[in-house]
């Protein structure tokens, strides 16, 4: 049997086996919360989510309320249990550990890229971030996927049900460690998944470019600019949880930070 088609057997048993798997418990963490030397001190929860959350959002809503003008955290409109279950640090190892992933720096233009096994991205490089570092010092997993290896994985998962007109949903899967994430930048619409972990979001209005440095980590800004900032030039924030997805519209600033090991997919609307 070829390479390729050993490993699609292989996520086919793993997804028909999953709800056994997690009723007995092992969904959990999937594996990913590890510990580790320098575990950053200020990784903290918002003092209050200023970003609304909707379980009950029609598409009708969607299109009038939020698409255009503002984030929406959007929860319980898909069910991806096998695929939270196939993003396990296991399974995800034992099936594409030898594979070459692409990795950026976590700076805002991210022109830096290295690429190597991602077993060796998940052993050596997932420590916390160290708050001293530089964005482009910090190297994250986050887009550059190889579609063709990757969509054995990528089938099973469920997007949120709402696009817009004109526009292509394109997946970018990433896994990163506490404390690290990407900071302000801008693109087109998407909605941004946790699969496992929590991730904490910054988001101004397009107009409302944030202070921030391009090579400075989310995590230097949080620390150092963040506490200074009055209460009118506060972000939109929110942590996402697990199983959530936040949906966030065309140009709009955003910073993200991992609160612990997260894995994570978006859905770009391009």
């Known amino acids: 049997m070829a390479r390729g088609s050993q490993r ?4 086919v048993l793993w997804a028909l086996a999953a709800p056994r798997r997690a ?3 092992l969904a959990g963490d ?9 575990a950053p001190a200020a990784v903290a929860e918002e003092e209050r ?3 609304e959350r909707r379980a009950d959002l029609t598409y009708a809503e969607f299109v009038q309320r939020y698409a255009f003008h503002r984030p929406v955290i959007l929860s319980g409109l898909t069910d991806n249990t096998r695929f939270r279950a196939l993003c396990s640090r296991d399974r995800l190892l034992a099936l594409f550990g030898d594979r070459v992933v692409r990795l950026s720096t976590a700076n805002t233009f991210s022109y830096q890229k290295v690429d190597l096994p991602f077993r060796q991205y998940v052993e050596q490089l ?3 971030q160290d708050p001293a570092s530089l964005g482009n010092d910090t190297l994250y997993f986050f ?25 292509t949903p394109a997946y970018s899967f990433g ?5 690290s994430g990407v900071p302000f930048h801008w693109h ?5 998944e946790v699969i496992y972990g929590r991730k904490r979001w910054f988001l101004y209005p397009p107009e409302k470019t944030p202070e921030f440095h391009p090579n400075k980590t989310t995590l230097a800004w949080l620390q150092d600019t963040y506490p200074a900032l009055a209460p009118s030039n506060r972000p939109l924030e929110c942590t996402i949880q697990a199983g959530e997805a936040l949906y966030f519209p065309d140009r709009w600033w955003h910073a993200t930070l991992n609160l612990e090991t997260s894995v994570f997919i978006s859905t770009f609307l391009g």
């Open 188 to 192: 087109g619409p998407g909605f941004s």
């Open 49 to 51: 989510c200023t970003v």
């Open 30 to 38: 999937g594996g990913w919360q590890r510990g580790g030397p320098g």
């Open 126 to 128: 997932l420590w916390p």
């Open 23 to 25: 009723a007995s418990g």
């Open 175 to 179: 896994i990163a460690g506490s404390g």
């Open 8 to 11: 699609l057997l292989l996520l």
């Open 143 to 167: 887009g550059d996927n190889n579609f063709t290896e990757w969509a054995p994985l990528f089938q099973h998962y469920s997007p949120p049900p709402f696009g817009l007109l004109g526009t």
